[in-house]
């Protein structure tokens, strides 16, 4: 599979061959622990100044390489793919070579830290769940009111126990329930398949 990059993200990755490959191979080391610990301002104003470029294309040269190294990390990319990908770009051969490199290097780092990013979401653990129905009330004598009450039990990553009370009427319930058979269902197309494929 290939990566297609924006023209947005082709023109931040243009700045690349005007430098010598020594800085491209630095530049991408900052952008490897810009995503660990965060982006610092500085290192841009000191790579702008040692180089004589303004500020803004040094931070969209390593930005574009942090995204070409990130997304071809969550696609798995093969090493020819991703050598492909970059030849599109026009870069020289040199160049191409240091970017396989900076790939080949950083892939599980990237992928690992991409995952210490990901967000934990709370998961299913137990579901308890009531009927009731009013039959009556004291202005109207003849009336059915059923309410559904659910107390879902969710776990969380760090074993850590959360409880969520929902109420809803049954049409309510019947509603959720086709569409979440309709999401279940449509996972099992090919294109989810594929997707899901990638991420993992």
């Given amino acids: ?3 297609v990059l924006s023209d947005e993200y ?3 990755l243009a700045f690349l061959p005007k430098v010598d490959p020594a800085v491209v191979f630095e530049f991408g080391r900052i952008a490897v622990e810009f995503l660990k610990r965060g982006i610092n301002s500085k290192v841009y104003e000191g ?3 040692k180089l004589g470029f303004p500020i803004t294309t040094v931070q969209h ?3 574009g ?3 070409l190294l990130t997304e ?3 696609l798995m990319i093969s090493d020819v793919d991703f050598k492909d990908s970059v030849m599109v770009l026009g870069f020289s051969t040199e160049l191409n070579e240091i970017l396989l ?3 080949v290097e950083n892939h599980d780092t990237i992928r690992s830290t991409l995952t210490q990013l990901a967000p934990s979401l709370p998961s299913y653990h137990n579901l308890e769940w009531r009927l009731d129905v009013q039959l009556g009330s004291r202005s109207m004598r003849q009336q059915v009111v059923p309410m559904v009450t659910m107390l879902l039990h969710l776990t969380t990553g760090d074993a850590d126990n959360r409880r969520c009370v929902l109420q809803t009427n049954p049409s309510t319930l019947l509603h959720l329930i086709s569409a979440l058979e309709a999401a279940l269902a449509s996972m099992k197309n090919n294109h989810a398949r594929r ?3 990638n991420i993992k």
């Fill in 1 to 3: 599979m290939l990566l």
């Fill in 10 to 12: 082709k023109e931040h």
């Fill in 47 to 49: 790579a702008a100044r």
């Fill in 61 to 63: 040269g390593v930005e």
């Fill in 65 to 67: 390489l942090m995204f």
């Fill in 72 to 74: 071809s990390s969550k």
């Fill in 101 to 103: 490199q900076l790939y």
């Fill in 195 to 197: 997707i899901l494929r």
